[in-house]
T-cell receptor
Framework: DTGVSQDPRHKITKRGQNVTFRCDPI?????LYWYRQTLGQGPEFLTYFQNEAQLEKSRLLSDRFSAERPKGSFSTLEIQRTEQGDSAMYLCASSPALTGGVETQYFGPGTRLLVL | DAKTTQPNSMESNEEEPVHLPCNHS???????IHWYRQLPSQGPEYVIHGLTSNVNNRMASLAIAEDRKSSTLILHRATLRDAAVYYCILRDVAGGGADGLTFGKGTHLIIQP
């Protein structure tokens, strides 16, 4: 078990560019979550997959944000036409199926985005 | 998920017990109480969870009030490595519980050597 991994760990981009982040969950975890965390705040939930199905995407911040998990394994989060307000830490988490209604999420180290 | 209230920060000395409070007066019967913590420059990590009874694990203990409107995370012997932001989160499993966690600002725990 190597834990949740995210790539890249840091990304600097210019306003207006597109960026894509990758998340590799713990193997055999069928649930995958994306969060955004700005300075001084707790993580903010963005979207969630169960296997390859995106079951919740209403919390994505705008239509510039999209996420995929094509084969039910790794996931990507894309931000199009980045803005300076998109600068934040983007966190990925995975979890196994619920057991008795209780779920533990395992977080990756995050990708820190800076938009200039 | 119902809202929780935590102090912004707390300070403790190394090797002493730490009691981190959380108020959740609007908790429902199907809300589990979860605690996560976030060490500097890392993603959050699970600490403990409970429903009604007090819980213990290798990291901490969770004491839940009889009316469930508050809870306390107990670190029995704090070390410098326990300096982190601690989040108290309610998780409603009535609808399946399959949704993102709702984090507040948490409590910033400072450990003095």
């Amino acid at each position: 078990d190597t834990g949740v991994s995210q790539d890249p760990r840091h990304k600097i981009t210019k306003r207006g560019q597109n960026v894509t982040f990758r998340c590799d969950p713990i193997s055999e975890h069928n649930r995958l979550y994306w969060y955004r965390q700005t300075l001084g705040q707790g993580p903010e939930f963005l979207t969630y997959f169960q296997n390859e199905a995106q079951l919740e995407k209403s919390r994505l911040l705008s239509d510039r944000f999209s996420a995929e998990r094509p084969k039910g394994s790794f996931s990507t989060l894309e931000i199009q036409r980045t803005e300076q307000g998109d600068s934040a830490m983007y966190l990925c988490a995975s979890s196994p199926a619920l057991t008795g209604g209780v779920e533990t999420q395992y977080f990756g180290p995050g990708t820190r985005l800076l938009v200039l | 998920d119902a809202k929780t209230t935590q102090p912004n920060s707390m300070e403790s000395n190394e090797e002493e017990p730490v009691h981190l409070p959380c108020n959740h007066s609007t908790i429902s019967g199907t809300d589990y109480i979860h605690w996560y913590r976030q060490l500097p420059s890392q993603g959050p990590e699970y600490v403990i969870h409970g429903l009604t009874s007090n819980v213990n694990n290798r990291m901490a203990s969770l004491a839940i009030a009889e009316d469930r409107k508050s809870s306390t995370l107990i670190l029995h012997r704090a070390t410098l490595r326990d300096a982190a932001v601690y989040y108290c989160i309610l998780r409603d499993v009535a609808g399946g519980g399959a949704d993102g966690l709702t984090f507040g600002k948490g409590t910033h725990l400072i450990i003095q050597p």
